[in-house]
């Protein structure tokens, strides 16, 4: 690996201070996909700030905002949680398809975030929860929903020496749901040709959805919204047709490519799939 | 660049180690400690023979920084034994024929060791999820699912946990 100091401070200020001082500087989460980048000079640096052992940076806990994931907290802590099994059931079938348990391990949910790679799990079943993106500086604070975040591929709105504090989750209503899903041609380990997460919130009562999101990967150089199928949600009532319906109208929000792992048609056909699949879960879970 | 100084635990020994911040856990171990062990397969975290316990969780050490380990717990699979005397899994890898090569095998072994402990009686498709982020050229794997319910079955007929 090429030469680069290497910082592991306590306080977000010292972290914040060294990454600003310092050009072309890097923060470190699981470093799943930093350390490889580096390993395999596709990245350089001349600085390397470790970010787990800041306190605030490793939070996971619910309060009146929402749940509260900080910015090097790991998929399996994520994954593990209770409150995000019971609320946030798109987002812990995410956290639990990353690779497998050694980088579930380490990699922090919010490195899959500022990664940004198009095909990255966690971003779909974030945006469809409503994510917002918690970022600092030592200008201050300013908070992007992550719908908001992404730019390109591996692009973000980040800028230099500055941090994503953390991830919040509003919490979700009684009558809601969520649910994550990805095309691999293999078990495990490997990397999504399409996925889908989707929420779905209704009246308990007479069963009209009152918001709907659902969020693509794969299929666009970011993570994109499918917001025609999202509006064609709203104000019904849930059922297997509106739900055909919607996810025959999900690909109009797609743009992939067609690459080794699959044709752009094909692509096409598994946001169509996968939409119904997952809207077809957030159905069953809200019951 | 300048070195670091850290102060690690590797197998329940202290050690005082200076590394330099571009080298990965894997390079420390391997050339530092000699804990050959701990193998080096892909350097990109798919193939897990660089599999360590690392405060009481698996991580491919390949994808580690040295640094990083300061004031935390590594296990390797010298670690694993309990002095000369192999663990269960290790016994029951070798009464099954559990490898060829080898080369994988320090890896299994110590993910395996992490996954009975977090669950002392894993289902056939709990095993192949849990192992899913070690890769075997050789075996086809049939034979390491074996070596593992096995060593479940050991776990269970002493009453002993790992
Ligand atoms: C074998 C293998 C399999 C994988 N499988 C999958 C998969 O199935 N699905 C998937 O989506 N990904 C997968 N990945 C990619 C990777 O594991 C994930 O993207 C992971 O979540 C990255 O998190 P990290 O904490 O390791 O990030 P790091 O490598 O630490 O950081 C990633 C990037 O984000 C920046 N960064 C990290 N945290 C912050 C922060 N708080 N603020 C600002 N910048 C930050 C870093 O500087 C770096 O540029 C896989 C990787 C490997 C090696
Ligand atoms: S050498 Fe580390 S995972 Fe292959
Ligand atoms: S025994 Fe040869 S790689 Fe597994």
């Known amino acids: ?7 592991a401070p306590v306080e977000l200020d010292e972290a914040l201070r060294l990454l600003s001082g310092t050009p072309g500087s890097r923060p470190l989460a699981g470093g799943t996909d930093l350390i490889d980048q580096l390993n395999a000079g596709r990245r350089t640096t001349g600085l390397v700030v470790d970010l787990k052992r800041i306190p605030v940076l490793m939070r996971l806990d619910v309060d009146g905002d929402g749940l509260h994931i900080g910015g090097a907290r790991s998929c399996t802590d994520v994954q593990q949680h209770s409150a995000v099994r019971a609320d946030y059931a798109g987002l812990a079938e995410a956290c639990g398809l990353i690779g497998a348990v050694q980088i579930q391990n380490r990699a922090a949910v919010a490195g899959n975030v500022c990664n940004a790679a198009p095909s990255a799990d966690t971003i779909p079943a974030l945006i469809s929860l409503s994510a917002h993106a918690i970022i600092r500086s030592q200008n201050g604070t300013r908070d992007v929903p992550l719908d908001e975040f992404f730019i390109g591929p ?38 999504a040709v399409a996925g889908v997460g989707s929420y779905l919130e209704v009246d308990p009562n007479s069963k009209v959805i009152t918001r709907a999101r659902i969020a693509l990967a794969s299929v666009a150089p970011t993570p994109v919204r499918a917001r025609e199928a999202e509006s064609h949600l709203e104000g019904k009532v849930l059922s297997d047709e509106v739900i055909d319906e919607a996810a025959a109208l999900a690909p109009n929000s797609a743009s992939p490519i067609s690459d080794v792992r699959g044709s752009a048609e094909f692509r096409l056909e598994l946001v169509k799939v996968l939409t119904a699949r997952t809207l077809r879960k957030c159905a069953e879970r809200i019951g | 660049m300048a070195k670091i100084q850290i102060t690690t635990t590797v197998n329940g020994d202290e050690r005082e180690l200076l590394v330099e911040p571009g080298w990965t856990l894997l390079r420390m171990l391997r050339d530092e400690l000699l804990l050959t062990g701990t193998k080096e397969g892909c350097s990109n975290g798919n193939c897990g023979a660089c599999t360590v316990i690392l405060d009481g969780r698996t991580a491919d050490s ?35 024929a559990s490898m060829q090569c080898g080369f994988c095998t320090p890896g299994f072994i110590v993910s395996t060791t992490a996954l009975l402990r977090g669950n002392p009686a894993p289902a056939e498709d709990e095993i192949r999820l849990g192992l899913a982020g070690n890769l075997c050229r050789c075996t086809g794997y049939d034979k390491i699912v074996k070596g593992v319910q096995d060593a479940a079955a050991s776990l269970e007929k002493q009453g002993a946990r790992l």
């Open chain 1, 1 to 7: 690996m090429a030469d680069f100091e290497f910082a």
């Open chain 1, 154 to 191: 591996g692009q973000t709105v980040l800028n230099d020496g500055e941090i994503l504090e953390e991830l919040v989750l509003p919490t979700p209503p009684d009558s809601s749901a969520s649910a994550y899903l990805r095309f691999i041609p293999r078990n495990e380990m490997d990397i």
């Open chain 2, 62 to 96: 390949c994808l580690v920084l040295a640094a990083e380990a300061d004031g935390r717990e590594v296990t390797t699979v010298e670690g694993i034994a309990f002095g000369a005397e192999l663990n269960v899994v290790q016994d029951a890898f070798m009464q099954d």
